[in-house]
C-alpha cells in the first residue's frame, strides 16, 4: 500500500520550533515533487512550502526564511523545519506529492496525500 505519513506535530510556544517528518511507503519519492500544506479551522487550505524532485525548493510568503523543506531520499522522507514559530502556524499540516513541475499545484493536482498532524502555537 501506497501511502505518507506524517509525525512531528505537537505544541509549542510562540518562538519554539518543530520539525515535521514526511514518510513514503510502498513507492520511492525520487521522481515526486513534495508539498507541505496546511489547514487551520475555518480557513482555506494553503500551500507552505515545497521541493522538486531535483531539489529545488519554494516557500509562501507568511513562512518564508521561518521555515526550511528538505529532503532525504535515502529514508524516503521530506522534513520541514519550522523555527520561530508563531500562533498563527497552528493548523494540521498534511503533505502530498505528485510528478509535478516546479512551484506550488492545486491540492487535486497530487497523487499521495499523508494524513496530518496537528501543530498547535501557543501564545
Known amino acids: 500500500q501506497s501511502q505518507l505519513v506524517e509525525s512531528g506535530g505537537g505544541l509549542v510556544q510562540t518562538g519554539g520550533s518543530l520539525t515535521l517528518s514526511c514518510v513514503a511507503s510502498?513507492?520511492?519519492?525520487?521522481?515526486?515533487?513534495v508539498t507541505w500544506f496546511r489547514q487551520a479551522p475555518g480557513k482555506a487550505r494553503e500551500g507552505v512550502a515545497v521541493i522538486g524532485y531535483n531539489g529545488g525548493t519554494s516557500y509562501s510568503d507568511f513562512v518564508y526564511g521561518r521555515f526550511t523543506i528538505s529532503r532525504d531520499n535515502a529514508k524516503n522522507t521530506v522534513y520541514l523545519q519550522m523555527n520561530s514559530l508563531k500562533p498563527e502556524d497552528t493548523a494540521v499540516y498534511s503533505c502530498a506529492a505528485g510528478r509535478l513541475s516546479a512551484g506550488f499545484h492545486p491540492p487535486y493536482d497530487y497523487d499521495y496525500w499523508g494524513q496530518g498532524t496537528q501543530v498547535i502555537v501557543s501564545s
Open positions: 510502498g513507492f520511492s519519492l525520487d521522481y515526486y515533487a
